[in-house]
């Protein structure tokens, strides 16, 4: 395995009892640097897939690596990796009774062993820049959606992970506000932050992504660069999809 | 020890008491006769104090029983997929625990207690007795409540913790459980007033607490009215300070979200 691959699975595949296949033989990389967009139906998968990555979602049999270790061995500390692979999910899950501060200096205090004033002041920063520091007091029932998403977003980053992981981050966000997360998630990729993205947000996904993977039915049906699968897709049932949602 | 008779008393009695009609006379008479007379108020003094400490020492012991078997049977159904030997068999104990004491009445959990099990001697022992039972009936319920609460939060609270890679108690401790206790506020109250109520049954293990000390007094002077009412008062004066206070805890953590 080449020293830039940071997640790869093999084979993932997650089924619920007998006839329903969540995931039917994913096998794929993911490069240092890369944002990866995955788009497809709803109940394709692709969320599933996301989420077994940080192993949220255990799978029924296939093995993913991260940074080289098999992190589907049940031996293997899964809290360890959990803390380089930051997570943003579509219904924010901020956590109300702790301020934005409090929200996003909990995990690096506890974990990192940082102390409060460096916690708070990575935090600040993080909050700097999302533009949001003045909101650091604030509890999120306090914040717009798209305020919340970006508190979130920051939440995952001070752990300074590796990888950020994208569920749906702006499907539960009103249209007005889309725009001012997507922009946040934008510039995380012009830094270079290696990202997998589950969206519905095709534009974004043609932007941002440097890899696009389609999904239908469990498995990756076609993947590709953006102007591959968005201008010349080969699958029909790529080419099916694309037309009803562009 | 002679019983004060009211002819008695009406000799040694105030001139306004003299110039006030017969039956109000009868009323005076019977309150010094149940408060005054002897300083038999100190009956009620010490068996509030004795009804204080039980309702306080069992609610302690209610909660946290009643937390700890509520995190061992949510613990045990949301990992229901990789079922764990000892979490089993645990969570077999639990659901036992809280059938039971919730299928058999207080008094006869207070009746084996105080002549089967414990058997305690003396007033410390005794009062130790009403503690635990109360205690262990109390963490019953606390635990339906408490596991409630936990189930009432949303499952992405826990997978936020997760992700960070908080572990499971970490993110119960953090996350999942200050949530819960909030959400949970009002129907412990709850639990606490029928705990002060339900404390009147340690009288059946021979407790001094008020109820005993209003019977005490019933059989002092032979009249059942006043002891009787008063002690029904003192309840409903007890309940009422603590639903006020308990209204004031919750305005108090509510206003902590905004």
């Known amino acids: 395995m080449s020293d830039n691959v940071i997640i790869k699975t093999n084979n993932l595949c997650k089924f619920y009892g ?7 033989g994913v096998s794929t990389e993911i490069k240092k640097g890369e944002v990866v967009v995955i788009i497809g139906p709803s109940g394709s998968g692709k969320s599933t897939f996301l989420r077994s990555l940080n192993l949220l979602e255990h799978p029924t049999s296939g093995e993913i690596y991260f940074e080289g270790t098999d992190i589907t061995n049940p031996k293997t500390n899964i809290n360890i990796h959990r803390q380089k692979m930051g997570m943003v999910f579509q219904q924010f899950n901020l956590f109300p009774h702790m301020t934005v501060l409090k929200n996003l200096t909990l995990a690096p205090q506890k ?8 916690a708070e002041k990575k935090a600040m920063e993080l909050l ?3 533009g949001l520091a003045d909101r650091a007091e604030a509890y999120p029932e306090q914040l717009s959606g798209g305020q919340k998403q970006r508190v979130a977003i920051c939440r995952a980053l001070c752990m300074n992970p590796e990888v950020m992981l994208f569920d749906e981050p702006t499907s539960a966000l009103d249209p007005e506000m ?7 998630i934008k510039s995380l990729a012009e830094s270079g932050m290696t990202m997998a993205i589950v969206t519905h947000e095709m534009g974004f996904a043609r932007e941002v992504a440097s890899r696009i993977l389609f999904m239908d039915e469990g498995q990756i049906i076609e993947e590709g660069s953006p102007s591959d699968i968005f201008d010349n897709p080969k699958n029909p049932r790529t080419r099916s999809f694309l037309s009803k949602v562009l | 020890m002679t019983v004060l008779t009211f002819a008695n008393w009406i000799t040694e009695a105030p001139n306004w008491i003299l110039s006030l009609p017969k039956w109000l006379q009868q ?15 100190q009956f009620f003094t010490d068996g509030l104090l004795t009804t204080f400490i039980v309702t306080i020492g069992a609610l302690i012991i209610g909660i946290v029983i009643g937390i700890i078997v509520a995190l061992i049977r949510t613990t045990h159904d949301s990992m229901s997929n990789k079922p764990n030997f000892i979490l089993r068999i645990l969570n077999v104990l639990c659901k036992i625990y809280v059938t039971v004491l919730r299928g058999t009445p207080l008094m006869v959990q207070l009746l084996i207690m105080g002549f089967v099990i414990m058997v305690p001697k003396g007033s410390v022992q005794t009062t130790f007795c009403a503690i635990l039972t109360l205690g262990i009936n109390s963490g019953a319920y606390v635990a339906e409540i408490a596991r409630s609460g936990i189930m009432s939060i949303n499952t992405g609270q826990m997978e936020a913790g997760r992700s960070l890679g908080l572990n499971y108690t970490q993110s119960m401790w953090h996350i999942i459980l200050p949530q ?18 339900e404390t009147s049954l340690v009288t059946v293990i021979a407790l001094q607490d008020v109820t005993k000390a209003a019977q005490v007094i019933v059989s002092k002077t032979y009249t059942a009215v006043i002891p009787y009412i008063s002690l029904a008062a003192i309840y409903l004066v007890l309940v009422m300070i603590l639903t006020k206070l308990l209204a004031l805890l919750e305005g108090r953590m509510r206003k902590s979200e905004r």
């Open chain 2, 180 to 197: 819960a206790l909030k959400n949970i506020l009002p129907a412990l109250g709850n639990e606490l007033i029928a705990l002060l109520k």
């Open chain 1, 111 to 118: 974990l990192l062993k940082k102390s409060k004033e460096d």
């Open chain 1, 178 to 184: 889309v725009g001012e997360v997507l922009d946040v």
């Open chain 1, 18 to 24: 007998e006839s329903i296949h969540a995931l039917d």
């Open chain 1, 128 to 130: 700097e820049r999302v």
């Open chain 2, 27 to 41: 009323i005076f008479f019977q309150l010094y006769q149940v408060f005054v007379y002897e300083n038999r108020w």
